[in-house]
């Protein structure tokens, strides 16, 4: 239920890295460049279009090291110009192992600005379980987002999602996994607005409706940027999420986030950081947390190869344990 997950700004590292459950499908989360600004975000010297609700905390995010474990392969396939397709196995000693197949057909129209905006994409894995998504800009400011995900034989996730991106806001509202029968609903509506170049406020309401229970959490946000770091922080009564991202230099950034949870009564601070050499065509991300965490991942392009050379490890010395990780990127 990675989507249905997705919606709560609560925590999301506590379980992470030593999570026995098999790494989530690469669009569980929003992609990039729905996240990102639109291109007219500073048409006629107004206020920025300050982005997605899910992108306030990613530029912290991207600086750490994601999870490695066992053997992977991955090889990406361009098909046609509208056309890609990956293949990804993995061999697990501590998660299952599993193959997925992912596919997305990609759409160019006058209201996507990046060219290589997927329109359907498709997952399956050897598992039989499916995701499916659907990204369509109905106009320049208007756009829909249709998420099916199952679990072997059964549903665990249908999602829809509008968004509508004003000159200086955006507003966003979710409705995930109806069932009249159950008589259950999940509704998320987001709103973000820019109150300066650099001061973007705004808050998330996730109200859930059951037979047996029914309630809503409101968050509230504020993020603050200039050219070179952002601050980031969302507090409400499930708990708060803190993060500082500051760019060193061409080759190095930073991140460091805090994360407390009221459900689990538990707090969690990480640091990390990202050294790029360009040189060598190798990239390095490495974090430590409050855990007794310490983990790295090194990606080396194989020139004059397609391919990408990762290797990576992480050491939990207070449980301790050890996760040590060898991939291949093809394509």
Not at 197 to 202: D, T
């Amino acid at each position: 239920m990675g989507s249905v997950l997705a919606l709560s700004s609560g925590p999301g590292h506590h379980n992470w890295p030593f999570s026995t459950d098999p790494p989530p499908s690469r669009w569980d989360a929003h992609p990039a460049h729905w996240d990102s600004p639109p291109s007219w975000e500073r048409r006629d010297g107004r206020l920025p279009n300050p982005g997605s609700f899910h992108s306030l905390h990613r530029n912290c995010k991207d600086v750490f090291p994601q999870q490695i474990e066992g053997v992977k392969m991955i090889v990406n396939k361009t098909l046609s110009s509208f056309f890609k397709a990956s293949h990804t196995l993995h061999l697990s000693a501590v998660s299952p192992s599993y193959y997925r197949f992912h596919v997305e057909h990609l759409q160019c129209d006058d209201y996507s600005k990046d060219k290589d905006a997927p329109a359907l994409i498709g997952e399956m894995d050897s598992s039989g379980s499916l995701n499916a998504h659907a990204l369509l800009h109905l106009t320049e400011r208007v756009r829909a987002r249709t998420v099916f995900q199952t679990q072997q034989s059964h549903f665990v996730t249908w999602q829809f999602e509008t968004e509508y991106r004003g000159n200086d806001f955006t507003a966003a509202v979710t409705v995930a996994n109806p069932d009249i029968l159950r008589e259950s609903v999940i509704l998320v509506a987001h709103f973000l607005q820019s109150v300066s170049a650099g001061l973007v406020l705004g808050g998330e309401l996730v109200y859930h409706r059951g037979r047996a229970e029914e309630g809503g959490i409101l968050t509230l946000a504020g993020q603050y940027s200039r050219p070179n770091w952002v601050a980031t922080l969302n507090a409400g009564k499930g708990g708060a999420h803190a993060s500082y991202y500051h760019r060193a230099n061409k080759q190095i950034q930073v991140g460091v986030e805090f994360e407390a949870s009221t459900r689990t009564q538990e707090t969690t601070t990480s640091f990390g950081y990202q050294m790029e050499l360009p040189e060598a065509n190798m990239v390095f991300r490495g974090m430590i947390n409050s855990r007794c965490i310490i983990g790295g991942v090194l990606e080396k392009r194989l020139t004059p190869l397609p391919a990408t050379l990762i290797m990576g490890a992480f050491v939990n010395h207070r449980g301790d344990k050890l996760q040590v990780g060898l991939g291949v990127n093809v394509g």
